[in-house]
Nanobody
Framework: QVQLVEFGGGLVSPGGSLRLSCAASVSAFSIYVMAWYRRAPGKQRELVADITADDTSYLDSVKGRFIISRDNAWNTLYLQMNALEPEDTAVYYC????????????????WGQGTQVTVSS
């Protein structure tokens, strides 16, 4: 099983910074990709950034402002968010894709409960 718990959301003024963390509790699975998604009010969920063993990718609107990172053991995922804009207001979700240890799949998806980020003056 993979359990994900997010930390670090809150209220921040435009132009400010926040750092989100996601603690992963893993048993009998091997994670191979982690990501941050967000869902703004009235909008569909969107992929903000993801990270694999050797690569990262970002939503165009956050490139140059957000940085995704993780520890080597896939125990913790981070999202450093700088120059925050009101449009970044959303519930942010931690995501992990994993396979059972000793297998090549099928891949299973795991989600955290979400943390609210509000950018407002």
């Amino acid at each position: 099983q993979v359990q994900l718990v997010e930390f670090g959301g809150g209220l921040v003024s435009p132009g400010g910074s926040l750092r989100l963390s996601c603690a992963a509790s893993v048993s009998a699975f091997s994670i191979y990709v982690m990501a941050w998604y967000r869902r703004a009010p009235g909008k569909q969920r969107e992929l903000v950034a993801d990270i694999t063993a050797d690569d990262t990718s970002y939503l165009d609107s956050v490139k140059g402002r957000f940085i995704i990172s993780r520890d080597n053991a896939w125990n913790t995922l981070y999202l450093q968010m700088n120059a925050l804009e009101p449009e970044d207001t959303a519930v942010y979700y931690c995501y992990a894709a994993a396979v059972r240890l000793g297998t090549m799949g099928p891949s299973q998806n795991f989600w955290g409960q979400g943390t609210q980020v509000t950018v407002s003056s």
